[in-house]
Structures are given as C-alpha cells and as structure tokens.
C-alpha cells in the first residue's frame, strides 16, 4: 500500500514521515480509527515520535497514519502497524457478514487486527477535548478515500478501536455510528451514475468510457480529471454492452490531458453501435 498516493489520487494534502513497517503481513480490509490520548493543549502533532517509533512497552510504527488537530496528514507507514491489537471474535465476524461493528465486549478471542486495518491515529485526548469541525472532516475525508480507493463498505470496514477490543475506548468523543454515515455520504462514496453522461470516449479497440458530470475518468493507466462518476462499456456482437465496474468511480483527481488517441463523441451509449 502506498499511502501518500492513495491519499494525493484523492486530492488530500499529506505529509510524507514514513518509516518501513513492522516486517509481517498487512492485507488491509479497513480502516480503524484512534485518538492518541495527547495532552489538551499540546500542539498539532505531539504523538509524531511515538507513533513512528513506538514505545518501551510497543516497538513501532503504531499506525500508518497521524490525524493533527489542524487537519494535517501525516503518512508514518505503508506496512504492518501496532495499533489493533487482537480484537473479539464477535467484531471480526461482524466484518464478515457484512454487519455494522458494535462496542466490543468479552472475550478478546478473535484475530490480531494489524494484519487487517489501516491505523488512524487522531491527536485528542479522549477525555473531553473537543473534537474541531476541520478535524473531524479530515477524519471522515481520509476514510473516505481509502473506502473508494480499496471498495470498501464503510458501514461495515470502518470502525472504532473501541469496537475492536473491550479494552478501549478510542476514538472517544463522537459516535462511529455517525462517523460511518459521515464518511458514507462524502462525494467520493456517492456517485451519480444515475446522471446522464456528459461526455463518451471511444478507444481504437472498441472500449467506451462514459463519464459522468465532472471530467474524464482514467482506466488501464490513463489517469484524466475525473471525480464524480463513470462506467466502462465494450463492443460486441450485440452492440455497446456494459462489461465491467457497473458503479465504477473514477479513482483519481489529477489533471492531465486527455490521451492524444482517445476522441470524444456525445452520443448517449445505446445509440451507438445499436
Ligand atoms: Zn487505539
């Protein structure tokens, strides 16, 4: 996983201070979210040293990313992170059957979750602090984006460290069931595929790129201004059919100009080839 691409194909600022992760195995599912429990007061990014390198009782990285209380990014590692733990068996099925997380609670007998999640640590101190409007937003934004980019249903594959292990609270002071409506609606979750095409790309080779309200999607390695929505359709015997990513989303947010070989037409997809 490479974290700063991820989050700059989104348009999402973000401060590079990796360092390599543990050396295990990361195959992310989700995302959980954390606070670090820093000291009302203490700046924007007081955990930065800790999180990268852990503690006495923790070697690092412990968690791939760093949530300021300004909203700034911090991308600390692309690889395995302590910052899950083992969670309950209960969570780790929920995940499975598609089930919304709960609070966790005993017994911790389930998988170690730092195989499984991306870690967002969030400076706050988890008694009390307010959490700041921009924060929060960026905290929502970042999830956001690691759903769309990795299709993951943020109803069920985002989640609190808290519904991971009975023995945490974090994040404290919002209610995740919120933050996953939260991160649900964002404008990179909801495309708008029921709007009409604005724009159609034939490939030489009978590919149809249908974007919708907003640029130009990428696909097979053509990464054009797009954002808002798209499909995929392919020639056959029986006329443009749509073939693959039915609810494709456009992954990339970079403007680059159109491919010298694309040419655009402005023909609804069914009047074509029909
Ligand atoms: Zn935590």
């Known amino acids: 996983m490479d974290l700063v691409a991820v989050l700059e194909d989104h348009g999402i600022p973000v401060v590079d201070q990796r360092v390599p992760g543990i050396p295990k195995a990361f195959h992310p599912v989700g995302v959980m979210a954390h606070h670090t429990a820093s000291p009302l007061g203490s700046g924007d990014i007081p955990s930065l040293n800790i999180v990268k390198h ?9 968690s ?17 992170c302590h910052h899950a ?9 929920a995940y499975h059957n598609g089930q919304e ?27 009390g602090e307010p959490w700041p409007a921009h924060q929060y937003k960026m905290y929502v934004t970042v999830s956001a984006a690691f759903c769309h980019e990795f299709d993951w249903d943020p109803t069920v594959a985002v989640l609190g460290h808290s519904e991971w292990r ?3 609270i974090d994040p404290a002071g919002f209610s995740m ?41 990428d696909h097979a390695g053509n990464n ?6 798209a499909a995929v359709y392919q020639a056959d015997a029986e006329g443009w059919n749509r073939y693959v990513d039915q609810n494709y989303r456009a992954r990339h947010l970079m403007n680059k100009d159109l491919p010298a070989d694309l040419k655009v037409n402005a023909k609804w997809p069914a009047l074509i080839g029909g």
Do not use: C
Request: no cysteine.
């Open 64 to 80: 791939q990313l760093l949530l300021g209380r300004s909203g700034a990014v911090v991308a600390v590692s692309d690889g395995h």
């Open 166 to 168: 009975p023995d945490k």
């Open 85 to 93: 733990g083992g969670g309950t068996q209960a969570a780790w099925d």
């Open 224 to 229: 054009i201004n797009a954002y808002a929505g």
């Open 177 to 217: 069931h919120q933050f996953r409506q939260d991160v649900s609606a964002h404008p990179f979750l909801t495309p708008t595929l029921e709007r009409p095409p604005m724009l159609l790309i034939i490939r030489p080779g009978g590919t149809l790129y249908v974007v919708y309200d907003g640029g130009v999607m």
């Open 101 to 127: 997380p709960q609070r966790a609670v005993n017994p911790r007998n389930g998988v170690n979750g730092n195989y499984w999640f991306v870690g967002i640590e969030a400076e706050n101190n988890g008694v």
């Open 54 to 62: 852990g503690r006495p009782d923790l070697s690092g990285p412990l």
